[in-house]
């Protein structure tokens, strides 16, 4: 894929969740939500401040993140369905400890 979104947006793929609960039932897909975990594909070089400087993103590829329920738009690329939101839109980065806790 050659995608590389500009400015100070992110391109993230969602990590599904649990299709159980904790109590062994099965989720069906018209009841899942949309996870608010994903990785992400790619980054833009940073928005400018006031005197035209680039600011540095604070994610990067391969970052596992959190984000809004309602955050970035969907598309799709290579017939994988991904978002494109702002780097202000992501609530946070999952360390590599966290994850592998969760997992």
């Known amino acids: 894929m050659a995608f590389t979104p500009l400015h ?19 989720i069906p897909d018209t009841a899942k939500e949309k996870p608010a975990e994903g990785e992400v594909i790619a980054v833009g070089e940073g928005a400018r401040d006031s005197d035209g400087k680039r600011i540095p993103m604070d994610v990067k590829q391969g970052d596992r993140i959190l984000f809004g329920k ?31 806790k969760a997992a």
């Not at 494109?84 to 839109?89: F, G, H, L, Q, V």
């Open 70 to 100: 309602w955050s970035g738009t969907e598309v799709t690329i290579d017939g994988e369905e991904l978002l494109i939101m702002k780097e202000s839109d992501i609530l946070g980065i999952i360390s590599s400890s966290a994850a592998a």
């Open 8 to 26: 100070d947006r992110v391109l993230v793929r969602r990590i599904e969740g649990d299709e159980k609960t904790a109590g062994g039932l099965i």
